[in-house]
């Protein structure tokens, strides 16, 4: 299959740190990808994982674990402007992308 | 970085009209770019994938005489909606893959289409 779930929704306090995770059954798996959307624009690109490990940039940190099929996003620091969402995207071999459903992040005061 | 620009980002058509959109990757070359179709509040759904100098591939329910794609260059593939009808509104964004960069896909702006 070529499901990919993660949680519809999030919410956390300023200054929290909140981790969306993200599962994925899929044959042909190359690698996982984080993006950030705000309402009415276009996704940005967070974070990319092809192996095992924590990738670090900043606030923001993605895992993944090939041998779970499991990968999250670690948001630090949290700001209001981190209100957004977030989608986790599996790469395959042959260069498609596939998106979760999103989760929407609600930073609060 | 890399950019992909997307236009229009606006376009009120009437139905029973057909509309362009066009994708174009400033800084590289592209040779496979991905049309995606999102819906408020829903995830981005996988239209096609159009591959410069042949035959776009459609995803299963995607009516490719409606939605024509095509990608004549490495820096520009474009997407017609025909005959549109109110149910084609939508926001409709593309990717495309930097050729010479594997493992990062630059997205464009994204383009709101009306259909009244």
């Known amino acids: 299959g070529q499901s990919l779930e993660q949680p519809s929704e999030v919410t956390a306090v300023e200054g929290a740190i909140v981790q969306i995770n993200c599962t994925y059954q899929?044959?042909?798996?190359?690698?996982l990808s984080w993006y950030q959307q705000h309402d009415g624009g276009a996704p940005t690109f967070l974070s990319y994982?092809?192996?095992?490990g924590l990738e670090e940039t900043g606030r923001f940190s993605s895992f993944l674990s090939r041998s779970d099929s499991y990968g999250y996003l670690l948001l630090q620091e949290l700001q209001m402007k981190d209100s957004a969402s977030y989608f986790c995207a599996v790469k395959y071999n042959n260069n498609d992308m596939r998106f979760g459903a999103g989760t929407r992040l609600t930073v609060k005061p | 970085g890399a950019v992909v620009s997307q236009h229009p980002s606006w376009v009120i058509c009437k139905s029973g009209t057909s509309v362009k959109i066009e994708c174009r990757s400033l800084?590289?070359?592209?040779?496979?770019m991905f049309w995606y179709r999102q819906f408020p509040k829903q995830s981005l759904m996988l239209m096609a994938t159009?591959?410069?100098?042949?035959?776009?591939?459609?995803e299963q329910g995607v009516e490719k005489d409606k939605f024509l794609i095509n990608h004549a260059s490495l820096t520009l593939s474009t997407l017609t909606v025909t005959s549109a009808h109110p149910e084609d509104s939508s926001f409709y964004i593309c990717?495309?893959?930097?050729?010479?960069?594997?493992?990062?896909?630059?997205f464009g702006e994204g383009s709101w289409l009306t259909v009244v």
């Open positions: 990717s495309a893959k930097d050729r010479e960069v594997g493992n990062t896909i630059y």
């Open positions: 994982n092809a192996l095992d």
């Open positions: 800084d590289f070359q592209a040779t496979t």
């Open positions: 159009s591959n410069e100098g042949s035959k776009a591939t459609y």
């Open positions: 899929t044959s042909g798996f190359y690698g």
